[in-house]
């Protein structure tokens, strides 16, 4: 389910707006808004967030916008900023933070919200980028979007909100770059370095300067010296002279604002470098400059940046050339860079979310209550959703379940057709294949016991066979007269009459071929009054070995 997300940048210019949609996976920027130009730094105190208000309301009513999630920033104009290393693992940090930074603020600890973005951190020790604003400027700002009938589910540092578009435009970048948000009335500096941020400074030069300043040195009136900045503003390269009189003292009033604004960019870098240098001793130097803001717009501006800085400089740029959105914007796309870099804070996911500004001002007093309106529509939505594929799934059993209904009485039916077949003597026929079961197995046992009984543990080898067999096994010319044959399991006792005790020994020989016959053993041999001899043979039949009991003795 789609869910939008409004990134809202509420300037001292204009209104600048980023509409996003994002997935359970996935984001997308979708569209980019500019009001028209209200100057409210021109205004009474009193008549800003009058005119403020109707400008967001205004631009949302123009453009149909609507968004359950905002997210904005306050000016670093009204931010303290301080890097700071504590000698603490990252969870216990925003329990010391007020109370380190409380040196360096000339206010009360209770007059003022704290928060932090984690840079890096160790179990030792923890890197971060702490901020501190006034309750009543946070106050303020969020009557102000409150009464565009919105509530910002994030209020951040603008100047580190850039540092989400890493997310974005400057995802593959590598190494380490500045974004350089030229605004109205301040310069924002983010520094990157390998995907993590570095350093956040606010200039208070920008844009505003340059127009008071073709509006002093050409002597022209407020109006007019905007028109100039915007349709005619340019600064003179050393290898491309300007011809015109007129566009050469131009660029020479922009310089007089420029030339230090770049310095202070550059001092940053200093400071950036010095700051990091602490934890490692060879920092890497800025490599890039993306530029953005409306000041970005002045022309020759990135390549004059370049020839004094001796670094790279571009303009950010969020879609193609021919997208929809660069064609509406034009040249304009890179003063909307702050909407973006808000709305991403909420709308980055996967594992771009873990690499967004942290910083939240809406905490204690300030926490943002949710809204739930929407919240009942989604419920019922997903639940409409889970009772179907919950009313599939039983029908799924339910079918499952009657086929295998049917199997089983099929299977039950044959059981006990089988049964009558085989036992058609029972009174009481069994009602279920378990009952017919149990009956065949005590009949089982019956028969196995009868087998015992009448094969006397011999099995297939009655008495009847034994005699077979022992007569098959004698030799014809060796003269017996068997006396008695006593079977006691698989043990055979023999008692007969011979010639001699060698016949006796032969008779003994012959049996013991037999595969069947074991332990063949002669008892006690007598000799009768006719003459013969009268012996004992005792013998087992199986594998089985004989016990004492089991031996008769003569």
Same mark, same amino acid.
């Given at each position: 389910?789609?869910?939008?997300?409004?990134?809202?940048?509420?300037?001292?210019?204009?209104?600048?707006?980023?509409?996003?949609?994002?997935?359970?996976?996935?984001?997308?920027?979708?569209?980019?808004?500019?009001?028209?130009?209200?100057?409210?730094?021109?205004?009474?105190?009193?008549?800003?967030?009058?005119?403020?208000?109707?400008?967001?309301?205004?631009?949302?009513?123009?453009?149909?916008?609507?968004?359950?999630?905002?997210?904005?920033?306050?000016?670093?104009?009204?931010?303290?900023?301080?890097?700071?290393?504590?000698?603490?693992?990252?969870?216990?940090?925003?329990?010391?933070?007020?109370?380190?930074?409380?040196?360096?603020?000339?206010?009360?600890?209770?007059?003022?919200?704290?928060?932090?973005?984690?840079?890096?951190?160790?179990?030792?020790?923890?890197?971060?980028?702490?901020?501190?604003?006034?309750?009543?400027?946070?106050?303020?700002?969020?009557?102000?979007?409150?009464?565009?009938?919105?509530?910002?589910?994030?209020?951040?540092?603008?100047?580190?909100?850039?540092?989400?578009?890493?997310?974005?435009?400057?995802?593959?970048?590598?190494?380490?770059?500045?974004?350089?948000?030229?605004?109205?009335?301040?310069?924002?500096?983010?520094?990157?370095?390998?995907?993590?941020?570095?350093?956040?400074?606010?200039?208070?030069?920008?844009?505003?300067?340059?127009?008071?300043?073709?509006?002093?040195?050409?002597?022209?009136?407020?109006?007019?010296?905007?028109?100039?900045?915007?349709?005619?503003?340019?600064?003179?390269?050393?290898?491309?002279?300007?011809?015109?009189?007129?566009?050469?003292?131009?660029?020479?009033?922009?310089?007089?604002?420029?030339?230090?604004?770049?310095?202070?960019?550059?001092?940053?870098?200093?400071?950036?470098?010095?700051?990091?240098?602490?934890?490692?001793?060879?920092?890497? *130097?800025?490599?890039?400059?993306? &530029?953005?803001?409306? #000041?970005?717009?002045?022309? %020759? /501006? @990135?390549?004059?940046?370049?020839?004094?800085?001796?670094?790279?400089?571009?303009?950010?740029?969020?879609?193609?050339?021919?997208?929809?959105?660069?064609?509406?914007?034009?040249?304009?796309?890179?003063?909307?860079?702050?909407?973006?870099?808000?709305?991403?804070?909420?709308?980055?996911?996967?594992?771009?979310?873990?690499?967004?500004?942290?910083?939240?001002?809406?905490?204690?007093?300030?926490?943002?209550?949710?809204?739930?309106?929407?919240?009942?529509?989604?419920?019922?939505?997903?639940?409409?959703?889970?009772? *179907?594929?919950?009313?599939?799934? &039983?029908?799924?059993? #339910?079918?499952?379940?009657? %086929? /295998? @209904?049917?199997?089983?009485?099929?299977?039950?039916?044959?059981?006990?057709?089988?049964?009558?077949?085989?036992?058609?003597?029972?009174?009481?026929?069994?009602?279920?294949?378990?009952?017919?079961?149990?009956?065949?197995?005590?009949?089982?046992?019956?028969?196995?016991?009868?087998?015992?009984?009448?094969?006397?543990?011999?099995?297939?080898?009655?008495?009847?066979?034994?005699?077979?067999?022992?007569?098959?096994?004698?030799?014809?010319?060796?003269?017996?007269?068997?006396?008695?044959?006593?079977?006691?399991?698989?043990?055979?006792?023999?008692?007969?009459?011979?010639?001699?005790?060698?016949?006796?020994?032969?008779?003994?020989?012959?049996?013991?071929?037999?595969?069947?016959?074991?332990?063949?053993?002669?008892?006690?041999?007598?000799?009768?009054?006719?003459?013969?001899?009268?012996?004992?043979?005792?013998?087992?039949?199986?594998?089985?070995?004989?016990?004492?009991?089991?031996?008769?003795?003569?």
């Amino acid at each position: 389910m789609l869910q939008k997300i409004l990134g809202l940048d509420i300037g001292s210019y204009s209104i600048k707006a980023a509409l996003f949609e994002t997935t359970f996976r996935s984001y997308e920027l979708t569209d980019l808004f500019e009001s028209a130009p209200f100057a409210a730094d021109e205004l009474a105190p009193e008549d800003r967030p009058v005119v403020i208000t109707e400008a967001i309301l205004r631009l949302l009513q123009d453009h149909s916008i609507a968004a359950p999630t905002v997210v904005t920033a306050i000016s670093g104009m009204g931010v303290s900023t301080r890097i700071l290393t504590l000698p603490l693992p990252a969870r216990q940090v925003s329990r010391v933070l007020p109370f380190e930074l409380e040196p360096f603020l000339p206010f009360d600890l209770d007059e003022i919200i704290v928060d932090h973005h984690l840079i890096s951190s160790s179990p030792t020790e923890s890197v971060c980028l702490a901020a501190a604003v006034k309750k009543a400027t946070l106050a303020e700002h969020v009557a102000l979007v409150k009464n565009a009938n919105l509530d910002p589910a994030f209020v951040g540092l603008d100047s580190l909100m850039l540092y989400n578009l890493s997310q974005m435009t400057l995802s593959r970048d590598p190494g380490t770059y500045a974004i350089v948000d030229i605004g109205h009335q301040k310069t924002s500096v983010c520094v990157v370095s390998n995907g993590n941020i570095q350093y956040v400074r606010t200039i208070f030069t920008a844009g505003k300067s340059i127009t008071d300043t073709i509006r002093e040195e050409l002597d022209l009136t407020l109006e007019q010296a905007v028109e100039v900045k915007h349709n005619h503003g340019i600064l003179e390269l050393e290898n491309q002279p300007l011809k015109s009189p007129d566009l050469r003292r131009l660029s020479a009033a922009i310089r007089t604002v420029v030339d230090p604004l770049i310095r202070e960019v550059l001092q940053t870098f200093h400071a950036y470098r010095a700051q990091v240098s602490k934890g490692n001793p060879s920092p890497q *130097a800025v490599e890039r400059i993306y &530029l953005c803001g409306g #000041g970005s717009l002045l022309r %020759n /501006l @990135s390549e004059y940046m370049n020839a004094i800085t001796n670094v790279p400089v571009n303009r950010l740029r969020f879609f193609p050339e021919d997208h929809e959105v660069s064609r509406k914007l034009g040249k304009k796309e890179p003063v909307l860079a702050q909407a973006v870099a808000l709305g991403l804070r909420a709308a980055a996911r996967g594992a771009a979310a873990k690499h967004v500004a942290s910083l939240n001002f809406r905490k204690n007093e300030f926490a943002f209550a949710r809204d739930f309106t929407g919240l009942k529509e989604k419920a019922v939505f997903f639940s409409k959703w889970i009772t *179907a594929i919950f009313v599939l799934a &039983l029908l799924h059993v #339910g079918l499952r379940y009657e %086929n /295998l @209904s049917r199997q089983n009485s099929r299977v039950e039916a044959a059981v006990l057709r089988t049964f009558r077949e085989i036992a058609p003597d029972v009174q009481n026929p069994p009602n279920n294949s378990t009952a017919a079961l149990k009956i065949l197995e005590e009949r089982i046992q019956k028969f196995r016991e009868k087998q015992e009984i009448l094969t006397a543990g011999l099995n297939e080898m009655t008495a009847l066979r034994i005699l077979r067999e022992i007569s098959a096994m004698l030799p014809p010319d060796l003269p017996i007269d068997a006396q008695e044959l006593t079977i006691n399991r698989n043990t055979v006792t023999i008692r007969a009459n011979t010639d001699s005790l060698a016949s006796v020994d032969g008779i003994i020989a012959s049996l013991q071929q037999h595969s069947k016959f074991k332990k063949i053993e002669r008892g006690d041999t007598r000799e009768s009054a006719d003459g013969k001899k009268t012996f004992q043979i005792t013998m087992s039949v199986g594998d089985e070995e004989p016990t004492p009991k089991d031996r008769r003795r003569p």
